[in-house]
C-alpha cells in the first residue's frame, strides 16, 4: 500500500527496533508497522484482555465489553480514520490494539491498590507497565527480551496522553534511557489517531453497556444536547422500530458524527504542512475534535462520570476489588511461593526490585484469575465483586 500523505509514519523509514533485526529472519512481505500489530496479536498479554475490566469487573453477562472487545473496536475506529487521512493503517491499528496491554485486573480499581502497594518503591502507572510489558516482560523471542517493537509504535504509546513533560515514572523512565523515545515531544498523527480513537469508542460504547446494566436512563441521557439532536434524527428515521435497535442506531451515530469531525478537524488543522516533521512541531494536538464537539464530548464524559463510573454500586465493587489486589500483594510479598509459573524463583532480594516484581506477576493477571488466588490464599473472595 502506497502512503497517500507525506504527514504518515513510512514503516521504510521506521527508526528501527531497540534489538536489530537481520533481515534474513524476517517471516513473510510484511512491513515494519505490520510485523509490529502481529506480534501484539500473538501475545499472551493481548490475550489475556479477554479477561479484564473495561467498565464492570467480572461482568457476569456474555454481552459486557471487556478490554480486549474494546481494544478491537478501538482498532476499527483509528483504522477508517487513519485511512481517511491517509495515514498508515497498520501502525494505527498496532497501536490500538496494545494501549490498554498495561491495565491490571479490575482496571483503574486494580491500578490504585497497585500504586499504594508500590508508594514506596516508585508506584505503579498503566501506561509505563504497556510499555514495560512490551519491552521487557512478554518475551517469546531466544535472542531478546520483550517484543522488540518499532521506535513509532513505543513511543506512540508512551505519549498516550499527549508529551510526557513531567518526571516519568520509574518504568517508563528506564525504557526510555535503554531506548530513547523523546518523550517531551508530540507523536506521530497515528498515535494521536490512536489516541482519540479510543475516546471515541469508550465515550460511545460505555453508553451501551451502561444502559444494558440498567446504570443509565434514556431520559437522562436525553439531557445531553448532543445525545439529544442524534436521538431526534433516529426518531424521525425510524419511527416504528423496536427501542433496543434504535438505541444501538444511537451509539453508531455517535461514533459516526464524531469520527467526521476528526477527520474534518484534523485535516484543517494540518493544511499546509508537508512533512511529519511538522505535526511533531506544532506544539499541540494535530488530530482532534473541532472545538463545538469538544465541548460536548467532554460534557457527556463529565455525565459518564457522575452516572456510570461513580455509580455507588460501581464505587462499591471497587472497594472490593482495590482490597483483592492490596490482598494478593500483601501475601506474594509476605509469602513469595504463593506466586506460580517460576514467579518466586525470580523473585529479586533486595528493593525496589523485589516490589516491581510481584506488582508485575499481579498486573499480568485477568479479573478471574485474580479472583480465584485471593480465595484460594485467603479462603474466599468479596461476595458481589461484579456489580453486573
Not at 491498590?113 to 518475551?139: I, K, P, V, W, Y
Not at 517508563?172 to 482519540?196: N, R, T
Not at 511529519?276 to 506544539?283: D, I, L, S, Y
Not at 455507588?312 to 465493587?317: F, G, N, R, V, Y
Request: aromatic content about 8%.
Amino acid at each position: 500500500m502506497s502512503l497517500l500523505s507525506p504527514l504518515a509514519s513510512n514503516p521504510a523509514c521506521s527508526r528501527g527496533r531497540e534489538f536489530p533485526l537481520e533481515a534474513a529472519l524476517a517471516r513473510g512481505p510484511r512491513s515494519d508497522y505490520q510485523r509490529d500489530r502481529d506480534r501484539i496479536i500473538h501475545s499472551i498479554a493481548f490475550r489475556r484482555l479477554r479477561h479484564k475490566t473495561q467498565v464492570f469487573i467480572a461482568p457476569d453477562g456474555d454481552h459486557y465489553r471487556v478490554r480486549l472487545t474494546h481494544s478491537l473496536e478501538v482498532a476499527q475506529i483509528g483504522r477508517v480514520i487513519a485511512r481517511a487521512l491517509g495515514l498508515d493503517e497498520d501502525l494505527t491499528e498496532a497501536l490500538c490494539l496494545a494501549h490498554d496491554i498495561g491495565h491490571p485486573p479490575f482496571g483503574h480499581s486494580g491500578e490504585d491498590a497497585l500504586n499504594g502497594a508500590m508508594a514506596g518503591q516508585g508506584g505503579f502507572d498503566h501506561n509505563a507497565h504497556c510499555l514495560r510489558t512490551l519491552m521487557r516482560l512478554e518475551s517469546p523471542y531466544c535472542e531478546h527480551d520483550g517484543l522488540n517493537l518499532t521506535w513509532e509504535l513505543l513511543e506512540g504509546l508512551a505519549k498516550h496522553n499527549g508529551p510526557v513533560l513531567a518526571q516519568p515514572n520509574w518504568a517508563l523512565a528506564e525504557l526510555d534511557a535503554a531506548f530513547p523515545l523523546e518523550l517531551a515531544g508530540y507523536p506521530s498523527l497515528e498515535a494521536q489517531v490512536a489516541a482519540i480513537a479510543d475516546d471515541i469508542a469508550y465515550d460511545n460504547h460505555d453508553i451501551d453497556d451502561g444502559l444494558r446494566a440498567g446504570f443509565l436512563a434514556l431520559d437522562d441521557l436525553l439531557e445531553q444536547p448532543f445525545v439529544a439532536e442524534q436521538w431526534r434524527a433516529i426518531e424521525r428515521r425510524f419511527p416504528g422500530a423496536p427501542q433496543d435497535r434504535r438505541l444501538r442506531e444511537l451509539v453508531r451515530s455517535q461514533i459516526g458524527v464524531m469520527v467526521n469531525d476528526v477527520i474534518t478537524e484534523t485535516g484543517r488543522r494540518t493544511r499546509g504542512m508537508s512533512s511529519q516533521a511538522e505535526v511533531r512541531a506544532a506544539g499541540g494536538l494535530c488530530a482532534d475534535f473541532s472545538p463545538e464537539i469538544a465541548v460536548e464530548e467532554r460534557r457527556l464524559k463529565r455525565f459518564m462520570y457522575e452516572r456510570l463510573y461513580y455509580h455507588p454500586e460501581q464505587l462499591a465493587t471497587a472497594i472490593k476489588a482495590r482490597d483483592v489486589t492490596s490482598g494478593l500483594f500483601a501475601a506474594f510479598a509476605q509469602e513469595p511461593g504463593l506466586m506460580s509459573d517460576g514467579w518466586a524463583a525470580r523473585l529479586p532480594a533486595e528493593e525496589p526490585q523485589r516490589s516491581r516484581h510481584i506488582a508485575d506477576y499481579i498486573a499480568g493477571m485477568t479479573d478471574r484469575f485474580a479472583i480465584a488466588a485471593y480465595a484460594r490464599i485467603y479462603g474466599e473472595a468479596p461476595e458481589g465483586l461484579s456489580s453486573v
